[in-house]
């Protein structure tokens, strides 16, 4: 065990992978002279060379396509975007070529490539830098979707993206990446699909992701201090989804409120709750609850963006609702 | 070119090096929040070109647009106030630094995403000439833009529909921290005359040769000649943001202190107002002071003035 912050858990994932595998290149803008906006990529040029820590144009719709085409023929690109934001601009070739060549091409090829960054909103970015887009991602089959809270996550999810034989889209967050943890050496892993139990309790649910998990855990306490005992699931990974260990513990608790950053119509946490609908329906003594962003482009002004994210005491509301006792 | 006009561009370029002034000390001791991109160096460029246009011209913008917004007549008052997330801003409060805009006065806006409004810029051109009006747009982006397919299919369309529309590459030698030789392959110019395009390369520290080339591509595109695109060389003396301070392992000071001292383009003005006898020192510092009360008095009103109430937070939403 060490500690390290999530952005040295990502790193210390993308060394060993390299280490371990010469087919592993890193993309992106400023990644090697300047080490990454969010200096993921610290001294990772000085290294591995030029050849492997490879600094582009602010061409994402060409890197992202270029990467594709690399993991194509056996090389296996981590390509990051500076943040999820400019994603948008090279969403044709993930969604129409990453997402889909092994299916269309009958499983003659495979695309095994990572795409990281940055995801959600930060302190006052406003609209255009500001956007959540997990749902969006993991709307489409062919890629896998994953978001880690902590370093340990960080860490053991990006060493399985980058083994993953098809593309990855690892969604990170702006705030987290100095946020300490213990994190296992030795050749550590964690698998996709598997959700996580970061507080047990007996009264609720609360499923989350990312950032948003910390948002539950602190809810959960001042829940705990009303006698109100939540569990807190961490989700990991929202494409493949763990239903099944959401189910589990909607079946003790039979209640729950899901969490996320972004929009509320169409989001990650319509899915879950239709999931937990589809498959514990009985279970419930409640209907679910959301607990989302406002519907509204990301405003500027603090006074407005306070209101357009998702806090706390929103989760706390959420919880005493399923509970009647708002 | 009579004294009045060039005295103007003076005011005009010192008026955004001091409101610059004022943005960097706020972020700086915390009292404005988010990104800042600051123009200081780059002012020519702004000033040239918007004095060669009409109020009723049309501008798109990039993350660095404080300069474009000023030149093309914003007041300071508003944009301190947008800055600082007020209700008075441009934007009610709710675009901030990368999407100042100013309908009013032709500013289509800011943008923060990397040649995020060249598409803009084209669509306002062809509304211009489909109006039959001689209006042009101007279509700032820093050559970190010469990287995004969307400029051009933007410049393809321009030239096939002979659009009023001016491309303005500002070229400041980084994108962001990487030199732009790095990112960008063979003669710049080319690019644009590859699609037929007058293309010219200019000083972007001298707002004379920037006027004038810009005065030049507006008059054609105006008699309906089509699109131009103008090369400005010039440099950001400071970070690529804010927060962007020690800069020493992408650019050496020197190279900075060079820039500042030689090629500052008040004083590159200046210099040449007083040497051709047009205006005095004296006459030059009096327009600073006035653009500096002037600028001081706008912060004020920033600073004092109401965030937005809580319940705008839904306003400008209809689906
Ligand atoms: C599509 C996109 N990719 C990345 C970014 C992040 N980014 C913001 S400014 C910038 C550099 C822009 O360089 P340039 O266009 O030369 O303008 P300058 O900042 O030098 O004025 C980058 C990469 C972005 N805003 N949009």
């Known amino acids: 065990m060490a500690e390290l912050t999530y952005r040295d858990a990502l790193r210390s994932a993308l060394i060993e992978e390299m280490d371990h595998d010469r087919r592993v290149v890193l993309i992106g803008e400023d990644i090697g002279v300047y080490q990454g906006t969010f200096r993921v990529t610290a001294d990772l040029l000085k290294r591995y060379g030029p050849g492997r820590v490879i600094d582009t144009p602010i061409s994402e719709l060409g890197f992202v396509g270029a990467a594709i085409g690399m993991a194509m023929l056996g090389l296996r690109p981590v390509v990051e975007v500076m943040t999820w934001n400019f994603s948008l601009l090279a969403m044709d070739q993930i969604v129409n070529n990453a997402a889909k060549l092994r299916y269309f091409s009958g499983g003659q090829v495979n695309v095994p490539m990572v795409i990281r960054g940055p995801n959600g909103a930060g302190v006052q970015l406003s609209a255009q830098h500001s956007q959540s887009l997990e749902a969006t991602y993991a709307h489409f089959p062919g890629l896998y979707v994953v978001a880690p809270a902590t370093p340990a996550e960080a860490k053991g999810l990006l060493r399985t993206a980058i083994r993953s034989d098809d593309p990855v889209i690892f969604l990170e967050n702006a705030a987290l990446y100095g946020m300490k943890g213990e994190v296992p050496d030795s050749d550590f892993a964690l698998p996709f699909g ?96 959301r607990v989302t962003g406002a519907d509204v482009p990301m405003p500027y002004a603090r006074t407005l963006e306070v209101r357009a994210v998702p806090h706390e005491a929103d989760i706390v509301a959420a919880v005493k609702k399923t509970l009647g006792k708002d | 070119m009579n004294r009045d006009q060039y005295l103007t561009m003076y005011a005009q370029m010192y008026r955004i090096r001091v409101f610059e002034e004022h943005v960097n000390e706020l972020y700086t001791s915390g009292k404005m929040p988010g990104l800042a991109h600051l123009y200081i160096g780059e002012e020519a460029v702004a000033v040239g070109v918007c004095q060669a246009l009409r109020p009723d011209d049309y501008i798109t913008s990039t993350h660095r647009g404080h300069g474009h917004c000023l030149a093309k007549g914003a007041s300071a008052d508003r944009m301190f106030a947008e800055l600082l997330g007020k209700a008075p801003g441009y934007c009610s409060g709710k675009g901030g630094s990368m999407h100042i805009a100013d309908q009013e006065r032709g500013n289509l806006g800011a943008n923060a995403i990397v040649a995020g409004s060249t598409g803009i810029a084209a669509g306002a051109a062809f509304a211009a000439k489909r109006a039959r009006s001689d209006r042009v747009a101007v279509c700032f982006f820093g050559e970190g833009g010469l990287g995004q ?46 699609f037929g395009i007058v293309a010219e390369e200019t000083d972007g520290q001298d707002v004379r040769a920037v006027h004038a080339a810009a005065g030049r591509a507006v008059a054609r595109a105006r008699r309906g000649e089509g699109p131009a695109f103008l090369l400005c060389q010039t440099y950001r003396f400071l970070g690529h943001h804010v927060g962007d301070v020690n800069r020493g392992y992408y650019r050496t000071k020197d190279e900075e202190q060079r820039w500042r001292a030689e090629r500052d383009p008040l004083q590159i003005l200046m210099t040449w107002l007083i040497a051709e006898r047009i205006a005095t020192s004296e006459e030059c510092a009096r327009v600073g002071e006035q653009v500096r009360a002037e600028v001081a008095a706008g912060l004020q009103f920033a600073l004092a003035a109401a965030y937005p109430d809580p319940s705008e937070v839904d306003t400008h939403v209809y689906a």
């Open chain 2, 149 to 194: 397919g969307i400029l051009y299919e933007v410049m393809n369309m321009a030239a096939l529909w002979t659009l009023p529309v001016i491309f303005v590459c500002e070229n400041n030698l980084y994108n962001e921290y990487t030199p732009y030789a790095e990112t960008t392959a063979g003669d710049l110019l080319a690019r644009p005359r590859a």
């Open chain 1, 194 to 289: 598997k959700a996580a139990v970061a507080r047990s309790g007996r009264d609720v649910t609360v499923v989350a992701y990312s950032r948003m998990v910390f948002a539950a855990l602190t809810a959960a306490e001042q829940l705990a201090a009303e006698g109100i005992e939540a569990e807190v699931i961490n989700m990991r990974c929202l494409r493949p989804l763990d239903a099944a260990t959401i189910v589990e513990s909607v079946s003790r608790t039979h209640r729950a409120v899901v969490v996320q950053e972004q929009w509320k119509p169409f989001g990650a946490a319509a899915e879950i709750a239709m999931r937990i609908y589809e498959d514990a329906f009985d279970q419930l003594d409640a209907p679910v609850e």
